[in-house]
């Protein structure tokens, strides 16, 4: 076992414990002084070297606050800590106890693990660098895993650069790679479109551990990573990796990726291919045109992200009751749904009749948020998509309609709402301003041409894994 790191606090004294639903009681075997642990704050139980086998190191979060967040805790008052038990209860050991590393962190005779660790600096409230420093450093130490790569965000392209550069090629050279990523959805979205842009080779799908830090963190929310603080760390030790589905967003010559809070425009041009291609986006949770597109868009700025999930409210008020004083706008275009039907082996399509449109959004996942349920009978990683739609309806039935998925997802069931399982959709734009042709894909912003259109499909699972 490595030194423990000066950043883990470790009390050498022994512990004997009883544990509830909610925490954990521990009594000094020689001494007086009794400590009590939240169970949310317990990472995993290890292995201690003592000759009668009955003693275990606990690891678990320490001064953090009571309650759990939608951030990990990764502040100033949270810290790594380690306390010896003697002989813990064996219900508390069949749920945290880690006898050895897993096999996407334990190297063999025959082949070395990449370990990289990917720390997207401006995800959320921008926590995720002190959450390294203070918890999973110390945590990889303790655990004997000091050789790795730290590659900590410098841009909106950081990630797909490193894909590109590093992890791609080795990847295609047959090397596995665990990649502990501390970002939101957006980062994971960077590696998952990268590695499915390297079309036509062959290659081994990195393992990505998610550490949740940004502000929505649908992926993370609909996997179980927020019902706890410790959860991601735990799913490190004692997850499985599970292929990641993917959605595939095509788009007609003209679309631009919106950066730098909207202040540039990015032309999508494929240079491999004629030069009115469009690169296609490979997404994992959502493809969104109309209400949630625009307020991603609009919330995506310093002064917004600082407010946490908050963003997400306060740019909704403006887009359903401008302060200038005129109408909710209407979106305006054409969408058509593609179905199978797997009972009769055939397919369809449909035009919706409606022509002007509120929310249209299409999921891999049930939750965008931890408490925002957008299509509850979605399960992550099981590769069906499904879409959401209501067309332009006032602003006052709207906020309804999102308040009702704030609870338990019931705004399906509204008779305005078009819920449904498609294979894919296309929207055909009817906008002449740029604002109303923008369209969400994970987070990134893309501004479709004038008289354009997106098509969004279900792609495949084959690329990228993530523990669960």
Not at 132 to 147: K, S
Not at 357 to 377: D, G, Q
Not at 422 to 433: C, L, P
């Amino acid at each position: 076992m490595e030194p423990l790191p000066d950043a883990i606090w470790a009390d050498a004294s022994q512990f004997s414990c009883n544990f509830s639903n909610d925490d954990i009681q521990c009594s000094e075997i020689q001494g007086q002084r009794e400590l009590r642990i939240a169970i949310d704050d317990v990472i995993c139980i290890l292995p201690h070297a003592s000759q009668d086998g009955k003693n275990y190191n606990m690891l678990y979060l320490r001064n953090g606050p009571k309650e759990a967040t939608s951030v990990p805790r990764g502040d100033c008052r949270s810290s790594l800590a380690s306390i010896q038990l003697v002989s813990p209860p064996s219900t508390l050991l069949s749920r945290y106890f880690c006898a050895e590393l897993p096999h996407h962190l334990k190297p063999s005779v025959d082949r070395a693990i990449d370990l990289h660790v990917i720390i997207s600096a401006p995800s959320g409230t921008g926590k995720a660098k002190n959450f390294f420093r203070n918890i999973v450093q110390p945590f990889l130490a303790h655990i004997g895993l000091t050789e790795y790569e730290v590659h900590e965000t410098q841009s909106a392209r950081s990630i797909l650069e490193l894909c590109q550069s590093r992890l791609i090629g080795r990847a295609k050279l047959g090397f596995p790679q665990t990649i502990v990523l501390l970002s939101g959805d957006g980062g994971l979205n960077d590696i998952v479109d990268s590695f499915h842009s390297a079309v036509g080779v062959s290659l081994v799908p990195p393992i990505v551990a998610l550490i949740p830090m940004g502000t929505g963190n649908a992926m993370a929310s609909s996997l179980g990573l927020l019902s706890r603080p410790t959860a991601g760390l735990t799913v490190l030790l004692k997850g499985s990796p599970k292929p990641i589905p993917t959605l595939v967003a095509n788009f007609s010559p003209g679309a631009q990726y919106v950066t730098d809070e909207g202040r540039t425009l990015i032309p999508m041009l494929d240079s491999s291919m004629t030069q009115s291609s469009v690169n296609p986006i490979h997404g994992v949770v959502v493809a969104s045109w109309g209400f949630h597109a625009a307020l991603v868009a609009d919330s995506d700025t310093s002064e917004y992200r600082r407010f946490g999930a908050e963003r997400f409210q306060m740019a909704a008020k403006e887009l359903l009751f401008p302060s200038s004083g005129v109408d909710t706008h209407r979106y305006k275009g054409n969408i058509t749904l593609f179905r199978s039907n797997i009972a009769t082996n055939e397919n369809s399509v449909e035009t919706l009749e409606c022509g002007e449109h509120m929310y249209v959004l299409a999921t891999l996942v049930p939750r965008l948020e931890k408490n925002f349920i957008i299509s509850p009978e979605s399960v992550a990683l099981d590769g069906r998509l499904r879409i959401i739609h209501f067309g332009a309806v006032s602003a006052e039935k709207a906020m309804q309609l999102m308040s009702l998925a704030y609870d338990g997802g019931r705004h399906v069931h509204e008779s305005s709402v078009l819920y449904t399982e498609v294979e894919g959709f296309r929207i055909d734009f009817h906008e002449a301003e740029q604002k109303w042709r923008r369209v969400c894909i994970d987070g990134k912003i893309v501004i479709v041409g004038e008289d354009g259109w997106m098509e969004v499909l279900k792609g495949s699972t084959d690329r990228v894994n993530i523990l669960v």
